[in-house]
């Protein structure tokens, strides 16, 4: 690889990640009504934590880390039960929730990565596969703008796909 390929994929990479990062601040901030100031706030401290999250990974040892820069970011699972404490409770109480979360994570990775021979490759590849082929009419559905019928449309060709013989 040259290097303006290397060049290229690094910034597509960077790109990537960086939208990623600042993408669930901004869902969560934006549906709790967050003034500029707090997006702001919201962003950063995303950023930062997510610079924080890559650099104990750079480094491996008995806890924690696997000794590549491997980048990590925002969990976006996290965005709806975020946006519903948010709506009941304070700020504080949103970085409390994750703070637990983090914890109770920590206390039972032992246990999954004893369990983890039970999910080769083949398993969690096919689950996967399935994941994103279920999400194909709703990115469909955002693409025709919102409406039902081109998620119907894509729903029935990909319906039209597993029933009928292509080949």
């Known amino acids: 690889m040259t290097e303006p390929e290397a060049a290229v994929l690094g910034i597509q990479h960077l790109l990537a990640m960086y939208s990623g990062s600042i993408l669930v601040p901004i869902l ?4 709790l009504h967050f003034s500029s100031a707090q997006m702001t706030y919201l962003v950063s401290i995303d950023i930062f934590m997510c610079g924080v999250a890559t650099a ?4 491996a040892n008995r ?4 000794g590549l820069p491997v980048i990590l970011g925002c969990a976006v699972q996290a965005v709806a039960p975020l946006i519903l404490i948010g709506q009941k409770f304070d700020f504080q109480t949103m970085y409390g929730a994750i703070i637990v979360a983090g914890l109770f994570v ?4 032992g246990f999954f990565a004893k369990i ?5 490759p083949l398993v969690t590849g096919t689950v996967i596969t399935v994941i994103g ?3 194909i009419p709703v990115a469909f559905q955002n693409l025709g703008g919102g409406t039902t019928t081109a998620r119907v ?3 029935c ?3 039209w796909l597993e029933v009928s013989p292509w080949w």
């Open 28 to 31: 969560i901030g934006a549906s």
């Open 56 to 59: 104990l990974q750079i480094f």
């Open 63 to 66: 806890f924690f880390g696997i």
């Open 106 to 109: 920590f206390l039972i990775a």
């Open 116 to 120: 983890r021979r039970l999910f080769p």
């Open 133 to 135: 082929l279920s999400l």
């Open 153 to 155: 449309m894509v729903t």
């Open 157 to 159: 060709k990909i319906y």
